[in-house]
């Protein structure tokens, strides 16, 4: 058994040249890396099971706290630097886990269910339950445009960190349409 002071640190280095794939990221991989502290939600990436759902109930807790500080204004600027930042941490954290889209990088679930809420506010508990669990729906199932979306912009690199957060910013916008059809 390894002691907190036999671990040796995880630098951009050791990380970059490890031919091995980090599968399960554990909290010493989350704190390695600003990126991956970002594109694994805070740690909610870290989840066993359903990391992604996690991610998603990460994001909403998230915006209900933050929620009554933003202004329209203030959330359009907070989902379009989290999304830029967001390329960058989940372009990092892919590379140094040498996964091309971990379940674990759930950054582009907190963005996209940012990006829902916003959209659909004011709304009681029973819509944002109801969004949520579209959006869930449509970010796992990955049919029509979320599937086409995934296939196109996998890969390494910024263009990899894009599809990671493009699938599921597609898979917001088609739970979009159906709360605009159902409102209508």
Do not use: Y
């Amino acid at each position: 058994m390894t002691t907190p002071a036999s671990i040796e640190p995880l630098t951009e280095t050791t990380v970059a040249s490890a031919p091995t794939f980090v599968l399960r990221p554990d909290w010493r991989f989350l704190f390695a890396h600003p990126a991956h502290f970002i594109a694994l939600g805070a740690g909610s990436g870290l989840a066993r099971v359903a990391p992604g759902t996690s991610g998603t109930l990460w994001a909403w807790v998230a915006f209900v706290f933050m929620d009554p500080w933003l202004n329209d204004v203030a959330w359009a600027s907070v989902i379009v630097l989290g999304f830029l930042i967001g390329w960058w941490a989940c372009t990092v954290t892919a590379r140094h886990m040498n996964v091309a889209d971990s379940g674990h990088i759930v950054w582009d679930e907190v963005i996209a269910f940012w990006l829902i809420l916003w959209m659909v506010a004011p709304s009681g508990l029973a819509t944002q339950f109801v969004v949520f669990g579209l959006f869930r729906l449509f970010d796992s199932v990955k049919v029509g445009p979320m599937a086409w979306a995934d296939r196109h912009f996998k890969g390494f690199g910024p263009r990899g960190g894009f599809g990671i957060l493009f699938d599921d910013i597609v898979a917001a916008f088609c739970t979009l349409l159906v709360v605009a059809w159902w409102r209508f």
